[in-house]
């Protein structure tokens, strides 16, 4: 049992910083973490605050690069190809005061895989996790796995002994409601420490002046006040005001407003995320149409009609104001599998999208509800609101239902919705990521973010052998043999992909990272 520091001794090293070099960063963007547990939530949001508190075995760094983390080296065992060996790295201290070991290691791993966590798909080819000493940890996957690193960089690392005392040995049930004491405290080995928590007001947080890398990063900043605003011009006037020196989710129709300002700027990058709708075309009939005992989108048919009805260019020109890139697949140009040619399939011809309505039988059209959030994309309720009346062209009547992000996301998880807009970014950088969450038949441990209803054995074999599958020429066949499925069968509508506007004071230094997931420890503050 490891020696766990007082609440008091933390709250008295905390009170005794020193006030020099001390700079806040007061951050905002549109919409709040939705839980601090670790493993609960697998949203970008949410994951870029807990980075700021909690780590991973490994991190990507602002060119997408590995970099080490809590693990200091990582390879395949010389004597196993199943086996990939991490060295930890030592005298690494939780923020209580408590020792990282691979005890921690081992039980954060086993707690990611819980079936309430929604990291689970990146680790359902692990077959083990074992310590080998205090800093070594061994991963046995079911055979062969070369990218197994590529799946780790969100899975963090929670303090054994922490978890247990508090009562947080089980993820969140986020999509039932539960709290836990992980879901509002924080004991992680990061660069920053959780000072106080008020979802959906503030996060504040405070440097941790014991970090094991306060050495090698600039750790610049001394206090992140974290306020999410939802209102677009209210954010604007924050950054405005200087009541806030860092925006995310900057609004488009302001990036010229901004830049003019002295002493502000917007600095601005291609992001890996694509924007798109979902259709479930699994059910035997839906519950948000007028459709009597059948479901229209079980037609494919109809599906592409959709499609061809949304106007890209116009979304990109009225509704982005150029931020954006019209997209014809839901991987981004970043992603191993992505090809040009796929990426321009999608166009615009009402006139063909009411032949194939009037085909599939639905001449007169159908209604439908639109689930959109309003919190969590860029102008994603704008978008929605292109697309009511673009649908509207071919019959297609929309009723768009807009909500917070913490309300919209279980729609999806839980089977709830029919129509939907999700977006989906890929810090693995390979199509196994976007297959396992969206296009892979819903089970306990792979699909669950696929509201879809698609569900097909071939497909679903094939996206299992991904993961071991070390011929690389063939891997790529089947990755895009896969692709060909989700394209012709117009599983999702892709929409756009998303540009990155990060707003902020001149003092302020970092360059934009397309995972849109800032590490602070890494601003300047000139």
Not at 156 to 180: L, R
Not at 202 to 229: A, L
Not at 230 to 241: C, K, P
Not at 408 to 418: A, E, R
Request: charged share 20%.
């Amino acid at each position: 049992m490891k020696t766990t520091a007082s609440i008091l001794a933390l709250t008295a090293f905390v009170g005794s910083m020193s006030a020099a070099g001390a700079e806040t960063l007061n951050w905002a963007r549109a919409g709040d973490a939705l839980t601090l547990d670790p493993h609960a939530q697998n949203e970008g949001p949410t994951h870029t605050v807990r980075h700021q508190m909690y780590e991973p075995l490994i991190i990507r760094d602002q060119t997408g690069a590995f970099e080490a983390a809590l693990a200091t080296s990582w390879a395949p065992s010389e004597s196993n190809p199943n086996v990939w060996v991490f060295k930890l790295r030592e005298g690494v201290k939780f923020h209580d005061g408590a020792d990282f070991t691979a005890e921690d290691v081992v039980f954060s791993y086993k707690r990611a895989t819980h079936e309430n966590s929604d990291m689970k798909e990146l680790l359902n080819s692990i077959k083990e996790v074992r310590a080998v000493d205090d800093y070594t940890v061994e991963i046995e996957t079911n055979g062969p796995n070369p990218i197994l690193p590529s799946n780790l960089t969100d899975i963090f690392i929670m303090d054994k002994d922490w978890a247990e005392a508090n009562d947080s040995v089980q993820v969140q049930d986020f999509e039932g409601g539960e709290i836990t004491f992980a879901t509002t405290n924080v004991n992680g080995t990061g660069a920053y420490i959780l000072e106080s928590r008020e979802p959906d007001v503030k996060t504040v947080m405070v440097r941790n002046e014991n970090y094991w890398g306060k050495d090698q990063f600039p750790m610049e900043v001394s206090k992140i006040v974290y306020t999410p605003i939802q209102n677009a011009a209210t954010r604007v006037a924050a950054l405005l005001s200087g009541e806030v020196n860092f925006l995310q989710d900057m609004p488009v129709q302001d990036i010229n407003r901004v830049n003019s300002v002295n002493g502000l700027t917007v600095k601005k990058a291609p992001q890996n995320r694509v924007i798109f709708f979902g259709m479930n075309q699994g059910a035997q009939d839906l519950d948000s149409d007028n459709v009597d005992g059948k479901n229209p989108l079980s037609d494919v048919r109809v599906r592409k009609a959709m499609s061809m009805a949304i106007n890209r260019d116009a979304i990109q020109k009225v509704v982005m104001r150029d931020q954006s890139e019209p997209a014809g697949m839901i991987a981004p140009p970043f992603v191993n599998g992505w090809t040009a040619a796929m990426d321009s399939e999608s166009s615009t011809n009402v006139e063909a999208a009411k032949e194939l309505m009037k085909e599939a039988g639905y001449a007169d059209g159908f209604s439908i509800r639109l689930d959109c959030p309003n919190d969590r994309y860029v102008n994603d309720e704008a978008i929605c609101q292109a697309a009511v009346g673009m649908l509207g062209q071919i019959g297609v009547n929309v009723n768009l239902d807009a909500k917070p992000k913490a309300q919209h996301f279980p729609l999806i998880t839980d089977g709830k919705t029919d129509f939907y807009m999700l977006g989906w970014g890929v810090p693995t950088y390979d199509s196994e990521y976007i297959f396992n969450f969206l296009v892979h038949g819903r089970e306990s441990d792979i699909g669950t973010w696929n509201g879809t209803g698609f569900n097909n054995a071939e497909v679903n074999a094939k996206i299992k052998t991904l993961p071991s599958n070390t011929n690389l020429e063939q891997r790529n066949a089947d990755i895009a043999s896969i692709w060909r499925v989700v394209q012709d069968e117009q599983l999702y509508i892709p929409i756009h992909h998303q540009v990155l506007n990060w707003g902020m004071a001149s003092n302020v230094g970092i360059s934009v990272d397309p995972e849109d997931k800032p590490v602070v420890k890494y601003f300047t503050m000139k």
